[in-house]
């Protein structure tokens, strides 16, 4: 669907940073790659896995039977500032896949008789909440931890909402999501904005930084709050999500949100 041929040849021309400048899902991907890693600063997590998808990912490698279209002057503004914020076309076609964040319900509600259970969309804007009105810690940088909330199930917009009922074993789903990060970053066009992501996302799936360790926790925060708003809501008993999360908050946050939960529940 985004494949074309137009840029292919000067992709192949160039390994090195001609390539990147241009929409990377229209190049050979091997290529692209090559370029990404040469421009980027990627953490060598980053540089495995994007080595992974490369070799993975080879559906978009020639066009051949796709008519060029004409050269426009979005395309030249595309080579111009791809190493920056994507172009409107790559913009709107990111958006686009996002838009599926917002009408996937998220699986751990579905199926456990909750009505009109939210997005995975609607759980990650209440994250990013959390991570805006939480305190200030020393050494956590809330900017991040907003933005890694925003992004951290971004992937699920391609594989959907995966969990442990599905039958598939937390390697798969990881290379899954990485693909499908990858073939997102692919879309907004290769620059600083998908790396931005691309980063944010390797850190919280890795639990590398502190940021990751917090978000992580909100990642559970929202859940329970969710729950026991279902709970109130419709009656249901969603105790599963209290027991599964018990213990595992790591951070102070974390901790004193859950437990201000915990005991809301206990009140009813
Ligand atoms: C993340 O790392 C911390 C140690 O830094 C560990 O205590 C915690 O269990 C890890 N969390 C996950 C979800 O792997």
């Given at each position: 669907?985004?494949?074309?041929?137009?840029?292919?040849?000067?992709?192949?021309?160039?390994?090195?940073?001609?390539?990147?400048?241009?929409?990377?899902?229209?190049?050979?991907?091997?290529?692209?790659f090559?370029?990404?890693?040469?421009?980027?600063?990627?953490s060598?997590?980053?540089?495995?896995?994007l080595?992974?998808?490369?070799?993975?990912?080879s559906?978009?490698?020639?066009?051949?039977?796709?008519?060029?279209p004409?050269?426009?002057?979005?395309?030249?503004?595309?080579?111009?500032?791809?190493?920056?914020?994507?172009?409107?076309?790559?913009?709107?076609?990111?958006?686009?896949?996002c838009?599926?964040?917002?009408?996937?319900?998220?699986?751990?509600?579905?199926?456990?008789?909750?009505?009109?259970?939210?997005?995975?969309?609607?759980?990650?804007?209440?994250?990013?909440?959390?991570?805006?009105?939480?305190s200030?810690?020393?050494?956590?940088?809330?900017?991040?931890?907003?933005?890694?909330a925003?992004?951290?199930?971004?992937?699920?917009?391609?594989?959907?909402?995966?969990?442990?009922?599905?039958?598939?074993?937390?390697?798969?789903?990881?290379?899954?999501?990485?693909?499908?990060?990858?073939?997102?970053?692919?879309?907004?066009?290769?620059?600083?904005?998908?790396?931005?992501?691309?980063?944010?996302?390797?850190?919280?799936e890795?639990?590398?930084?502190?940021?990751?360790?917090?978000?992580?926790?909100?990642?559970?925060?929202?859940?329970?709050?969710?729950?026991?708003?279902?709970?109130?809501?419709q009656?249901?008993?969603?105790?599963?999500?209290?027991?599964?999360?018990?213990?595992?908050?790591?951070?102070?946050?974390?901790?004193?949100w859950?437990?201000?939960?915990?005991?809301?529940?206990?009140?009813?």
């Amino acid at each position: 669907m985004w494949s074309g041929s137009r840029l292919v040849f000067p992709c192949r021309a160039s390994a090195s940073s001609l390539a990147f400048l241009l929409p990377c899902f229209t190049c050979s991907t091997q290529l692209s790659f090559k370029s990404f890693l040469t421009r980027t600063a990627l953490s060598p997590t980053a540089f495995t896995f994007l080595r992974m998808a490369s070799s993975s990912s080879s559906s978009v490698t020639d066009g051949n039977d796709i008519d060029p279209p004409p050269p426009s002057s979005s395309n030249d503004a595309a080579s111009a500032t791809a190493a920056g914020p994507p172009t409107a076309s790559s913009a709107i076609d990111f958006l686009t896949l996002c838009h599926s964040l917002k009408t996937t319900k998220r699986a751990g509600w579905v199926g456990r008789d909750v009505q009109n259970p939210e997005s995975i969309a609607d759980h990650m804007y209440r994250m990013g909440l959390m991570a805006l009105i939480t305190s200030d810690i020393p050494g956590i940088d809330r900017d991040k931890c907003v933005k890694m909330a925003i992004v951290h199930d971004i992937a699920e917009a391609i594989v959907g909402d995966i969990t442990p009922s599905d039958g598939i074993s937390k390697d798969e789903k990881s290379r899954r999501e990485r693909e499908a990060l990858d073939h997102m970053c692919k879309l907004l066009g290769g620059g600083s904005r998908a790396k931005e992501i691309a980063e944010l996302w390797m850190e919280y799936e890795e639990n590398s930084s502190s940021e990751a360790k917090i978000v992580k926790d909100f990642d559970k925060v929202e859940m329970i709050l969710q729950a026991l708003e279902y709970e109130n809501e419709q009656g249901v008993d969603l105790d599963e999500f209290f027991q599964s999360t018990s213990g595992k908050f790591q951070t102070d946050a974390g901790k004193a949100w859950a437990s201000e939960i915990a005991s809301r529940r206990r009140k009813r």
